[in-house]
């Protein structure tokens, strides 16, 4: 490789702040792990988010790094479960599912 990969050294808080963030919002309820992409707190912990947002942003302080961490994991939520929801059989009409957000 050209250069070193670099780590944020935030990386244990931002794991903290995320899962309890995520937590909150309800992306860990027992109504997600029908979804079709099954959506867990241990698929979350497996896919250890944080550590990708650390490797790339990893000069961003401890507050930015939590924003970062917590838009793409509500990214990775909506389109982990949400999307292919309604396009599994295409009705729109469907109300949208309930999100503590």
Do not use: C
Not at 31 to 60: C, N
Not at 68 to 96: I, S
Request: hydrophobic content about 40%; overall charge negative.
């Amino acid at each position: 490789m050209p250069f070193e990969a670099r780590l944020n050294p935030r990386l244990d808080q931002a794991r903290t702040h995320t899962a309890q963030w995520a937590r909150r919002m309800g992306m860990f309820d027992d109504e997600y792990v029908q979804w079709p992409q099954r959506w867990s707190e241990e698929k979350y912990a497996g896919a250890d988010f944080p550590l990708f947002i650390a490797l790339t942003h990893p000069d961003a302080d401890a507050r930015e790094l939590e924003a970062v961490t917590d838009w793409h994991v509500a990214l990775w939520f909506v389109d982990d479960l949400f999307l292919p929801l309604y396009r599994r059989d295409h009705d729109r009409n469907r109300p949208p599912p309930r999100w503590n957000g």
